[in-house]
Every structure is written in C-alpha cells, then in structure tokens.
C-alpha cells in the first residue's frame, strides 16, 4: 500500500519568513495530493492540492510542488504569520479526492513573533 | 462547498460499552465515505470505507466486528464502537467526496472511555 513521510514534524519560524515542508510517497499510482491544516480539536481543512498532471500550483501566498520522478512534493508558505501556526498534514491518494486518503505524519509549524 | 457533518461531537462512555457515531453528507450524496482515527499529536489512520449498500471494507489491523458500519442510505453512515475500552479513545473523524473533488471531513467526534 501507499506510505507517505513527512519532513520536518516541527518547524519553528519567524513572522514573515516562509516556510517549507516535504513529502513523499511511494506508491506510483498516487496522483492526487492534498495538504491540509488542522488545529488542535478540529477537522482537517484543505489549504491546496495539486493532481499529477501538473508541476507546480500556487494560491496567494500558498504553493505546492510536485516531483513525479522521485515521489516527492512540497508544501510552501510565504511571508508566514503567528495565524499560519497549526499541524500540517500532506496525503496522497489514486484518483482524486473521493479516494481514500494516505496522510503523512504531519507538521507542527510555529510562527513566532 | 459541500457539507458533512458528524454527530456527536464528544461522547464519554464506560468500558465494555458501545457508542454510534453518525457522518452525515448534508447537500450531497455520498457512495463511499471514509472513516479514519487520530490519536492525539498523531496521523490520520484510515479505519475503513464505508460503501452504501455493501459491506465495509476494513484496513489491515482494524477488527471489523469491533467498529461496525453502516452505509443504509446515500447520506449516512455510522461507525459504533462495540465493547468500548480505554485504548479506544480517540479522535474519530469521517470524510466523503463530491463528484471525486475533494475530500469533506466531518467535525470529528471525540471519544472518550473511562
């Protein structure tokens, strides 16, 4: 079955600095990819997902990138702010959104003042 | 977007009892939803998927005759916990898709056995 790992769990930056968090995964046949913030107590919530036809997606100050040779994609934060701090969460899955999902073991990120 | 919602929130219960969770797709209808596990400062574990009309289809490792589900309508889908003990607390979160977008989660439901 599919296994994703996540690098850094804890990342600790200052207030404007950007942020970067990797995955992989081994499974070939993934080909939907999906980050997710999660706070203490809550439900996952969608930040952006990228599906493998595509290298590279942004959105504000938000982008992932997506290496299918090596199995490996990147989650990217730009001018963080102490509201970005939560868990992070990176999955993959075959075929879209309602498959089941693979998560990564996750990111406690802190932005600090 | 679209809508899931689960039900209870939080529930406390005794060892060696059950509990039923709910997962609820508001606005659309949902075949299969997922149901995953999250002990606290970990991952999501998917537990099983939930197929309307058909058996569940469980992870290697989770006991089917332990967490049963039912998928009785294209809108719902419960997991009950049976002969609940203390290491089965946990954060208890469902997801179902719409039209294969992206993954909806529930609120998750927060189990407690004392």
């Known amino acids: 079955g599919e296994n994703v790992e996540q690098h850094p769990s804890t990342l600790s930056v200052q207030e404007g600095d950007s942020a970067v968090i990797k995955c992989t995964y081994s499974?070939?046949?993934?080909?939907?990819f999906p980050w997710y913030k999660q706070e203490l107590g809550k439900r996952p919530q969608l930040i952006i997902d990228i599906r493998s036809n595509v290298g590279e997606k942004k959105d504000q100050r938000i982008a992932v990138t997506l290496n299918k040779t090596a199995k490996h994609f990147s989650l990217h934060i730009t001018e963080t702010q102490p509201e970005d701090s939560a868990v992070y969460f990176c999955a993959a899955s075959r075929g879209g959104g309602g498959n089941k999902l693979t998560f990564g073991t996750g990111t406690q990120l802190k932005v600090e003042l | 977007g679209a809508v899931v919602s689960q039900h209870p929130s939080w529930v406390i219960c005794k060892s060696g009892t059950s509990v039923k969770i709910e997962c609820r797709s508001l606005?659309?209808?949902?075949?299969?939803m997922f149901w995953y596990r999250q002990f606290p400062k970990q991952s999501l574990m998917l537990m099983a998927t939930s197929n309307e009309g058909s058996k569940a289809t469980y992870e290697q490792g989770v006991e089917k005759d332990k967490f049963l589900i039912n998928h009785a309508s294209l809108t719902l889908s419960t997991l009950t916990v049976t002969s609940a003990h203390p290491e089965d607390s946990s954060f208890y979160i469902c997801s179902a898709s719409y039209q294969n977008t992206e993954a909806f989660f529930g609120q998750g439901t927060r189990l407690t056995v004392v």
């Open positions: 606005d659309f209808q949902a075949t299969t």
């Open positions: 499974d070939s046949a993934s080909n939907y």
